[in-house]
């Protein structure tokens, strides 16, 4: 890497991208009106006004103006980062996603630095599962576009860096564009088996100089094969939001009693990702080209409601008929999947029990997977199903769910018949990657989804199934075989 810039001012950079509203307008980093000044006149102008800036309010989703107090703090303590000019700033229409972008100049080194934030809108969600069946998908053409429309022959050094989908952007750029001499992807996500295969001769040219810079616990830097070098980072606790938090651009900052800012690394990844990671890489591979339309348009639609915190239309996604075929394979994959990798449940239950749902409803999972036959029996019957429940004395929250979503007794009898012919073994889930030049080989890695929407999705069917089995009284056994 040529880069003069360090790990902390990179993680700096991403995290000023999401700088909005501090105190007002002139709070909001990727703004033209601060085209031309320096990274430091943009700090010194909030921290005038300080007092105006709401230390408990979120202004950006998991960082509160107090923790941004903290950000300022540490960039303008650093000299080097303060210098740096902001050339451009760049904002998409809304018809492409609204994603925003910056050009900055650093005057001492000679240079340029193309910096992406993060997912900007809902269409932008869209087009990050989008890649799971567009190559490239429409979001990484209009990046690559603006990134072709800068003048940038005249730098010693071009850098690309971006946060999340930002991320997933500039490995993009650097994979397409040999003028780049350095990517820093901070928790961004990967790319499908087929952009692998049609640039593989790009990739193996210019995946060197990526460099990923992943929070452990992070849960989009997973999703499909990621490509260059990789350094886990240890995360701050999380709190308000819970496992969500891991993937806030902050998440890997620590600072002490005096406001010094540190990171530190990590061994590797969380275990419980690299298990979801392998799990849901290989359901992506057991879904044909064809159809893998269906099934992002799905994830897409259950992210966007989980982003929001929407259980019921996480719910009515699952009975609609546009996602509940997609919807019921995934379900039947993930339950067909924990029979051969029990491990499975571990992870899982941790992850549901950090976004605060009841985990003992986990123990269920063993009913689904080898019950089918009966799920289809119950499923058939709810009204007669929902009047058992209240002589069973089940929680008024479990009935008056279900009897808000009726439909998904429908979608229970569509994933046990759909778990007859899952083969959960017959893909492996690790991530493609090159070596010496040519051909694939497997090393691991998957797929998981901000918000961890997919758990909140999991949660839901959880939820169900825990209902049927208090029905049939059998309910603690199964609780008890919790792994």
Known sequence: MSSNLTIEEI????????????????GTFLSVSHETKSIGDYINAVLRSSDEIDKNREYSSGVTGAEYLEILGAAKKNNHLR????????????GAGGGRSVFLFDPAYNEAIVAFKGTQSDAEWIDNVS???????????????????????????????????????????????????????????????????????????????????????????????????KQFYLGTNFGRLGFAENHCANAILFFDEKGEMSLWKAGGQDKKMSDLDVMLNS????????????????????????????????????????YSDSAAELIAYILRYKSEK??????????????????????????????????????????????????????????????KHIDLFDFIVLVSHKMRNVAPTKYSGRDIDFEHGDGFSFHAKGFFKKKTALAVAGAVIVLICGAIIAVSGTRGRFLRSIV
């Open 283 to 322: 359901f992506i591979r057991s879904v044909k080209m064809s159809t893998r339309e269906k099934v992002a348009n799905m994830l897409g639609n259950v992210i966007v409601n989980a982003k929001g915190g929407d259980t019921d239309k996480i719910a009515d996604t699952f009975s609609d008929e546009r």
């Open 342 to 403: 029990p491990q499975m449940v571990a992870s899982v239950r941790e992850i549901l029990g950090q976004n605060g749902f009841n985990t003992d409803m986990l123990g269920i999972i063993d009913f689904v997977t080898n019950h089918e036959l009966l799920m289809e029996l119950i499923g058939k019957n709810p009204k007669s199903m929902l009047a058992i429940l209240k002589l069973k004395h089940v929680p008024d929250t479990i009935i008056d769910f279900l009897s």
């Open 83 to 94: 210098n740096i000019i902001i050339q451009q700033v760049h904002y998409e229409s809304d």
């Open 131 to 229: 890649g799971l069946y567009e190559v490239p998908t429409a979001f990484q053409k209009n990046a690559l576009s603006w990134f072709r429309s800068l003048d940038l022959k005249d730098y010693d050094t071009i850098t690309v860096t971006g946060h999340s989908k930002g991320g997933n952007k500039a490995k993009f750029i650097t994979i397409m564009e040999d003028c780049v001499d350095n990517c820093f992807s901070f928790d961004g996500q990967g790319f499908s088996d087929e952009f692998m295969q049609k640039y593989s001769f790009k990739i193996i040219k210019n995946r060197n100089k990526i460099l990923n810079i992943i929070e452990e616990s992070d849960f989009v830097n997973i999703l499909l094969n990621d490509v260059g070098k």
């Open 11 to 26: 993680v700096l950079i991403n995290n000023l991208l999401y700088c909005e509203d501090l105190g007002g307008p002139k």
